[in-house]
């Protein structure tokens, strides 16, 4: 019972983890992930770097404003997304571009 206590709260501390750190490091772990997952090439790892960076820091930017409501804030980080998507498929293949659309959806 113990070691399932152990774990649960293993798994919930290693969630909240993943998703917090600087806008630089989110886009670094999701560019990381990428270039693994969807096998891409130096030009398409720079590409979808510069997209993932950028949009990191918009968001963090929407994320920290103050003058904006908390559903608004959501609806703007969700308009975010679909853009970095739509970059991305100026840049992946096909193929590459379903299994982004794959990790976007586990995010």
Do not use: C, H, W
């Not at 798994?11 to 993943?18: E, Q, R, Y």
């Not at 772990?29 to 720079?46: C, I």
Request: net charge negative; charged share 20%.
């Amino acid at each position: 019972m113990i070691k399932i206590a152990v774990l649960a709260i293993a798994l919930v501390m290693g969630s909240i983890a993943f998703g917090q750190g600087t806008p630089e490091e989110r886009a670094y772990n999701l560019t990381t992930r990428m270039v693994t997952e969807l096998a891409l090439d130096g030009d398409q790892a720079l590409k979808i770097s510069d997209i993932n960076m950028g949009i990191a820091q918009k968001n963090e930017g929407i994320r920290t404003a103050t003058n904006i409501s908390d559903e608004q804030k959501q609806e703007i980080l969700l308009s975010n997304d679909a853009a970095r998507l739509q970059m991305y498929q100026g840049v992946l293949t096909d193929a590459q571009y379903a299994q982004a659309e794959a990790i976007e959806a586990e995010l």
